[in-house]
């Protein structure tokens, strides 16, 4: 990259996202949600519900695996949640960090499920869209310096827009 934090040099490593997670989906409908349950429920949009039962317990980087939010939506959570069978889940991260694979996931994803499909909306996403998506990344220390800042920025983008 052109632009680093001082102290770090090096090539970055270049891998699949399949080899760096696992990935799967959910398995709860979207009826199984309850206005006053327990944990969250992330279904296909940007809206978090709330549902009884949790599905997955752990970090994670969920999206839209249909509809209208293919490539869209995005989230990054940690904890007990819900999951809805149309959603993937990306989980078990192995030499990368979750924080920064979820901003670079969340900016680059879209374009690729968008040349992936012939037609002008994607309506739906295969596992190997995921699975064999290339990243390049540095090491740990420096993943989490560059997912701190964006996460920094983020912040100041919310409190600015609720202002």
């Not at 409908?29 to 309850?34: F, L």
């Not at 279904?43 to 293919?70: H, K, P, Q, W, Y």
Request: with cysteine; net charge positive.
């Amino acid at each position: 990259p052109n632009l680093r934090f001082p102290g770090f040099e090096g090539e970055w490593k270049q891998s699949l996202f399949g080899d760096l997670c696992k990935i799967s989906t959910g398995n709860k409908n979207t009826q199984d949600k309850s206005y006053d349950g327990q944990f969250p429920f992330y279904v296909r949009s940007s809206t978090v519900e709330r549902i009884n039962e949790f599905t997955f317990d752990g970090e994670a980087i969920l999206t839209a695996g249909d509809g209208v939010g293919v490539g869209k939506v995005f989230h990054y959570t940690t904890g007990k949640i819900g999951v809805h069978q149309r959603v993937y889940i990306l989980s078990d991260f192995k030499r990368v960090s979750g924080k920064f694979l979820y901003y670079y996931f969340s900016s680059r994803f879209f374009d690729r499920v968008s040349k992936l499909s012939a037609k002008n909306s994607v309506d739906s996403v295969r596992y190997d869209m995921i699975a064999k998506m290339h990243i390049a990344f540095p090491d740990i220390d420096e993943q989490n310096k560059i997912a701190n800042l964006v996460s920094l920025i983020d912040e100041r983008i919310q409190t600015q827009s609720k202002i």
